[in-house]
């Protein structure tokens, strides 16, 4: 009985280590669009897009066989969720993967207007800009460029009183500067992937500056994430697929009971 009690809890040790590995807590996320096949948010908090003139392509960051939005210098998508009020949004993180060989302002990897909440950008020199806004423009920029070299690269930013505004890139912080304090003006802005927003509602007006290229698993937190969060975005393509990892759990369990046997 014993022994039977050991592999059972044994069993539940890597079980529950293997939940963690597939499933990690991220209970800050408010959005995420993976732009796999479909403009869906994720988190089920009802944030979906709506794609006009993207297309998808079979190239991911993180498998081979996934797929990623494609975006041709004219296409956008649109989404469900918006910011309202002044001083409304105290702070938060986004992040995504692209990959481009623009050589123009690619307007937008995520936009909330960069005038009255934020927006996140790749430049001509292929660097970040990170823009935020409390009725005056705080713009900021990358210090690392080249980054529309044709390969996928992981951009995140955050903002937050406790950790000032930080652009991550590809896991590691880049550049960093003060809290302007909270975000927002009067009007009401609604977010956009491949282009800037100036919608007071849904699919409303756009600046038309567009992005170029392929966009991948754009994520949004109402919180400004650690810089080890941000790592964990960043090398998540790295990760084994669920079912290599439940192998090797299962193949653990078996070791760990042929031992027990043996010592019984």
Known sequence: MQNKMKKSNIGIILLSSLSMAVLPANASLISSWNLNGDYS????????????????LV???????????????SSYVALNQSFSGVGSLSEFSASAWFKTTATGNNWSLLDFDRSDFFNMVVTGRGGIAFSTSTGIIHDMFSLKTGLNDGNWHHVAVTYGAAT??????DGAADSSTSYNGALGTFRTRFGFIGDGSEASSFNGKRNGLYYDGLISEVKLWDESISEQAVSAQAVRAKVPEPSTLAIFALGMIGLASRRLKKQS
Do not use: E, M, R, V
């Open 41 to 56: 948010d994720s988190t089920g908090n009802g944030h979906a897009g709506a794609g006009f003139g993207s297309n998808f």
């Open 59 to 73: 190239d991911s960051p993180s498998n081979s066989n996934l797929q990623s939005a494609n975006f041709n210098n």
């Open 164 to 169: 000032g505004k930080t652009i991550y890139i």
